[in-house]
Structure formats: structure tokens, C-alpha cells
Nanobody
């Protein structure tokens, strides 16, 4: 069964860094646009970043431009989100998903969003 599983979250102080991983099983993510989304308590899920399948073009929400970097390692069937200069407002549960195309609709293979990975930025 196709799945995407997130990991790498944690508690970090403002200004700190984390690297999230999105590992695929049951399919080869090199052929898909993959993106990261986040959801803070009481807020709607929002797109954070996306990397296209065709040429590796990357996309970022304005709120994370210059601080976050998305990348993929096709050999490991994994997409990463390097998060630097973290701010308290980055606190959220982070999820990865397949995109039809970056900026478009997305879905979670297997249908369940699962627990994601929690990022907490606090002193």
C-alpha cells in the first residue's frame, strides 16, 4: 500500500533548525510532486512547500521563504524539509502529501493523514 510517513519533528528554541523527512513506501516518489503542509491548533491546514517531479522546481509559502528548503533524495525515496531560523509561529503539525501539481490539489496516499510530525518552537 502506498504511504508517506513524516518524521523529524521536535522541540526547538526560536532561531533553531530542524530537518523533517517524508519517506515513501509502495511507490516511487521521484515521479510525483511532493509537498509539505502544516496545521496549527485552531487553524486550517496550509501549504508550506512543494517540489515538482519534472524538473525539481521548488515552491514556498511567503511565510517560510528564505528559511525553509525542500529537497528530495530519490535513491532514498525521501523528501526533506530543512527548516532554519524557526519562529514560534512555525509551531504546528507537519504533513507531507502528493500533489497533482505544485500549487494544486493534494492528497495523502492511503487516505489517512496520520499523526504527522509535531514541530514546537518555544523558549
Amino acid at each position: 500500500q502506498a504511504q508517506l510517513v513524516e518524521s523529524g519533528g521536535g522541540l526547538v528554541q526560536p532561531g533553531g533548525s530542524l530537518r523533517l523527512s517524508c519517506s515513501a513506501s509502495g511507490f516511487t516518489l521521484a515521479y510525483d510532486a511532493i509537498g509539505w503542509l502544516r496545521q496549527a491548533p485552531g487553524k486550517e491546514r496550509e501549504g508550506v512547500s512543494c517540489i515538482s517531479s519534472s524538473d525539481g522546481t521548488t515552491h514556498y509559502a511567503d511565510s517560510v521563504k528564505g528559511r525553509f528548503t525542500i529537497s528530495r533524495d530519490n535513491a532514498k525515496n525521501t523528501v526533506y524539509l530543512q527548516m532554519n531560523s524557526l519562529k514560534p509561529e512555525d509551531t504546528a503539525t507537519y504533513y507531507c502529501a502528493k500533489y497533482i501539481s505544485c500549487g494544486g490539489s493534494y492528497y495523502k496516499p492511503g487516505g489517512s493523514w496520520g499523526q504527522g510530525t509535531q514541530v514546537t518552537v518555544s523558549s
